[in-house]
């Protein structure tokens, strides 16, 4: 289920939308973990957050990438927010796309009736380029946006697929 709600900007005189996707179909593979939930907005005269922190459950660390991988790998319309999300985690924390406990977890998730197939076509990389301005740039710092390859992020989720036997 996806849920669009509009706000309007403190910042800018402008209507501005926070997308949640949430997925109710399957049951957790790990077990939720306490997380802090933080604000970045910050009051300009304290320098103190403008919201107090939350403790909420979240999904594993292990489960979060494995459903960024099932979502780059079979997504019914490929999103290139999964593609940056798999390199980021690459690049800045050190994950491990090939770890075997990892592709077991994307094979139990891609197994769950409902899936699409495995799709690591070149028409999906084509159909992912026209996003990086359009759905990417948009929503990243200059330098964010800078740092991110599609053709590397893309390569990195067709090894996935490789792991798991599932190329063209």
């Known amino acids: 289920m996806t849920i669009d709600t509009a706000y309007r900007s403190l910042l800018e005189d402008r209507e501005e939308t926070i997308r949640m996707e ?21 009051d300009p ?26 979502a780059a790998l079979s997504r019914r319309e490929a999103a290139i927010r999964d593609y940056y999300d798999i390199d980021h985690a690459v690049r800045r924390l050190s994950l491990d796309v090939l770890e075997p406990g990892l592709v077991g977890l994307v094979r139990e998730k891609l197994a769950v009736t ?7 076509s070149s028409a999906r ?3 992912l380029r026209p996003q990086l301005d359009s759905e990417l740039k948009a929503v990243l710092r200059a330098r964010d946006f800078a740092e991110f390859d ?19």
Do not use: H, Q, W
């Open 22 to 42: 949430i997925g109710l179909r399957e049951p957790l593979l790990t077990p939720a973990v306490p997380s802090e939930a933080r604000t970045l907005l910050l």
């Open 45 to 70: 005269i304290s320098g103190l957050p403008l919201a107090p922190v939350l403790t909420v459950l979240c999904l594993s660390r292990m489960e979060t990438m494995a459903e960024k991988l099932r």
């Open 114 to 120: 409902g899936n699409d197939p495995v799709d690591v």
């Open 125 to 127: 990389l084509a159909a």
């Open 150 to 168: 599609l053709d590397r992020a893309f390569a990195t989720v067709a090894e996935v697929a490789a792991a798991l036997g599932r190329t063209p």
